[in-house]
Structure formats: structure tokens, C-alpha cells
T-cell receptor, first 113, second 111 residues
Framework: DGGITQSPKYLFRKEGQNVTLSCEQN?????MYWYRQDPGQGLRLIYY???????QKGDIAEGYSVSREKKESFPLTVTSAQKNPTAFYLC????????????FGDGTRLSIL | GESVGLHLPTLSVQEGDNSIINCAYS??????FIWYKQESGKGPQFIID?????DKRQGQRVTVLLNKTVKHLSLQIAATQPGDSAVYFC??????????FGSGTRLQVQP
């Protein structure tokens, strides 16, 4: 089945450590997105990519980095500069960015040890 | 600033009743709207979308109404079932701007 796969489902990070969250899609979508969701709240955009080798900052990009070397993959690195990384991270993709629905993965829950 | 918000954080309905979830948006340039359903521990699931050249769109048991005059969006669920219990988000955008999500409404279906 076509879809978006995020891994791992649960991730723990030690203080001062970088961690990378995986997002893979086989929908042949051009655009991909990373969101952060805190308990009881909506989604906030971290980064997005419209095409391979291109990405843009969203509303809360500080402390995060991304790459888009392949169309199918859009990994997110949570760096040690992100002082409050505990959250639910959601990856999404869409055919393009021109008024198309985004399809989401099932998220990665990141916690600090 | 631009915002998308919801009137009711929690909605409790009886099984079999109809549910109405409301959403207000502030950006008059918004021309594309989506409703998502999110179950606990999962990603949001697309329910239905509507473009600004329409004021109503129907799906299976769901209807989205758009009132551009008052910048209001609603999701109607007919014959609500226990499986409909979830958090519902509206989202909006215009052109190539990224989606802006509301904070969500929790729907609780009582058996």
C-alpha cells in the first residue's frame, strides 16, 4: 500500500544529543513536511520541502535541520540546540504545494531521558 | 495575525446523533480548507476538503460547509458512531502557503 512511514515510533534522547527521525513516502509526492505537536495542541510547521534538494523553514525551525536528497525521504534532525524537544513529530507529504491535501504518517514520539 | 481556531474544545454526543464541529479562520485570502481526524497516537487522517468556490461538499456521512462571508467552516457528521471519537482539526491555506492548523476539537461519542 502507498503511504508514509515514520520511524521509530518512540525515541529517547539524552541531553546534548542529536537525533534523526526518519520519514519515507512511496506516494511519488513532490512536497514533504515536518510538524511538531504538543499535548492538546494543533500542528506547527518545522520545515517543508517542495522538491528534491530544496527545503524551507517553517514557523518553528530553530533547533532542527532537514535534508531532501531523495524524493522519497525527508529526515528531520533534532539538534541539541532544541531546548524543549519532547513532542510528537509528524511527517506529511502532498502531490505539490498548490492546494493539495497532505497525507500524514503515524508520528514519532520523542522524549528526553 | 492569521489564525485558525475552533469554538468548542470538546464535543460530547450520543451515538446515532449528528455532530457539528465548527472552525473560524481569519485570513480572508484563504481558498482551500481541509478537515482531519486524529486518533490517539496516530497521525491526522484526511476526511474532506473544500475550495473557496464552493460552499458545501458532501462525503460519506460527512458534510463540510463554508461561509466565506463570516469566515466560518463546519464539519457535520451524520449518525455519529463510537469510531468517530477523535480529535478533529480544520486547516486552511491560500495558494502555495503552508497549511495553518487549528488547535482541534475532541469529539466524544457516548454509547
Amino acid at each position: 500500500d502507498g503511504g508514509i512511514t515514520q520511524s521509530p515510533k518512540y525515541l529517547f534522547r539524552k541531553e546534548g544529543q542529536n537525533v534523526t527521525l526518519s520519514c519515507e513516502q512511496n506516494l511519488n509526492h513532490d512536497a514533504m513536511y515536518w510538524y511538531r505537536q504538543d499535548p492538546g495542541q494543533g500542528l506547527r510547521l518545522i520545515y517543508y520541502s517542495q522538491i528534491v534538494n530544496d527545503f524551507q523553514k517553517g514557523d518553528i525551525a530553530e533547533g532542527y535541520s532537514v535534508s531532501r536528497e531523495k524524493k522519497e525521504s525527508f529526515p528531520l534532525t533534532v539538534t541539541s540546540a532544541q531546548k524543549n524537544p519532547t513532542a510528537f513529530y509528524l511527517c506529511a507529504s502532498s502531490r505539490d504545494r498548490n492546494n493539495q491535501p497532505q497525507h500524514f504518517g503515524d508520528g514519532t514520539r520523542l522524549s528526553i531521558l | 495575525g492569521e489564525s485558525v481556531g475552533l469554538h468548542l474544545p470538546t464535543l460530547s454526543v450520543q451515538e446515532g446523533d449528528n455532530s457539528i464541529i465548527n472552525c473560524a479562520y481569519s485570513n480572508s485570502a484563504s481558498d482551500y480548507f481541509i478537515w482531519y481526524k486524529q486518533e490517539s497516537g496516530k497521525g491526522p487522517q484526511f476526511i474532506i476538503d473544500i475550495r473557496s468556490n464552493m460552499d458545501k461538499r458532501q462525503g460519506q456521512r460527512v458534510t463540510v460547509l463554508l461561509n466565506k462571508t463570516v469566515k466560518h467552516l463546519s464539519l457535520q457528521i451524520a449518525a455519529t458512531q463510537p469510531g468517530d471519537s477523535a480529535v478533529y482539526f480544520c486547516a486552511e491555506t491560500s495558494g502555495r502557503r503552508a497549511l495553518t492548523f487549528g488547535s482541534g476539537t475532541r469529539l466524544q461519542v457516548q454509547p
